[in-house]
């Protein structure tokens, strides 16, 4: 039986035998502790009924490790040099498909329907490539795919900005856009040893759990996002001065106090002070002003 890809060794064989030389550009940092994969996969909960979809797939390492416990995995990876590496070192995978394509410019629905047989169970498990990790993310939940949980692995600081809860430092729009699609955790934090080359910066596991229904509901989603990005525009500043420059209102400052206090919130107060439900009323009181500019 060969050894396990992610494996210092064995990654160095693999690496050397196809000539492949890492792309930066493309946020190549492959993972060489099998441990770390192991407690990946362990935290998407996958078994046989799981078909899993992983982003970028590098050489197969945490493919492999998703292959012995999933049912399927379809994994799309963006740069082409790695599909005959792929080919040769998931050989003894029958059930995963390697597909060559952007995660960002794949139509994802039309993916799953397709190319995905059983989808009672879907997850979405990876080690992102950290220079699009947030758009991958907003791409995954925003198009609300048939997806029961993303486990991914991020850098440290984004994870803690996905997870972080009102009051905090790290809590902002991107907390609240997820957590309105997710519940949010951070179950893993590893140290930049377990990757070749090594990253700058320190790496979690997020998990994210997808909700049914959002934890609020509210009249216009596009508008109540619109919302919460101005109020953390500038996080030191009231929420009144940033609702009053984003709405350009100026001349209409008590109307924008009057609105803020019939949500029953005081206009004096922070962005990062707001919980999701508050921002949702906070919406659905200035949709009825301010939702067509
Ligand atoms: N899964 C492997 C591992 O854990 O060792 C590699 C992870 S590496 C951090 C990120 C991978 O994503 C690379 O293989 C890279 O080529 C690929 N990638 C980068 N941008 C991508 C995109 N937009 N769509 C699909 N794959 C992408």
């Known amino acids: 039986m060969t050894k396990d890809i992610a494996t210092p060794k064995r990654t160095k064989e693999i690496l050397q035998k196809h000539k492949f030389s890492f792309k930066k550009s493309l ?4 993972l060489i502790d099998t441990n770390v994969l192991r407690n990946i996969v362990a935290a998407a909960n996958i078994t046989k009924e799981t078909s899993a979809i992983e982003v970028g797939p590098g050489i197969g390492a945490l493919t492999e490790q998703i292959a012995k416990q999933a049912g399927s995995v379809t994994a799309l990876e963006i740069d082409q040099r790695l599909l005959p590496i792929l080919n040769d070192t998931l050989s003894p995978y029958p059930h995963v498909r390697v597909i060559h394509k952007d995660v960002l410019q794949a139509d994802l629905h039309t993916l799953i329907n397709e190319e995905i047989k059983k989808k009672d169970d879907l997850v979405v498990v990876a080690n992102l490539p950290y220079y699009v990790t947030t758009p991958i993310l907003m791409k995954l939940l925003e198009e609300k795919l048939p997806l029961r949980a993303i486990v991914v692995m991020i850098q440290k600081e984004v994870a803690e900005r996905i997870a972080a809860k009102p009051n905090s430092k790290d809590y902002g729009s991107l907390s609240i856009a997820c957590q309105y699609y997710a519940k949010a955790e951070t179950v893993l934090t590893v140290p930049k040893t377990v990757f070749v080359p090594q990253p700058n910066v320190d790496s979690a596991v997020l998990r994210l759990t997808i909700r049914d229904e959002p934890p609020v509901s509210v009249k216009d989603e ?3 996002f619109r919302i919460i990005r101005a109020s953390f525009t500038q996080r030191r500043k009231t929420l009144l001065n940033n609702l009053v420059h984003h709405f350009d209102a100026k001349k209409e400052k008590e109307q924008v106090v009057a609105l803020c206090e019939q949500a029953g919130i005081d206009p ?5 002070s707001l919980s999701m439900e508050e921002f949702a ?3 659905d009181v200035f949709v009825e ?3 067509n500019e």
């Open 289 to 291: 002003r301010y939702g």
């Open 281 to 283: 009323k906070l919406s």
């Open 27 to 30: 946020g190549q940092n492959f």
């Open 268 to 272: 004096k107060r922070r962005g990062e």
């Open 222 to 224: 596009a508008f109540f």
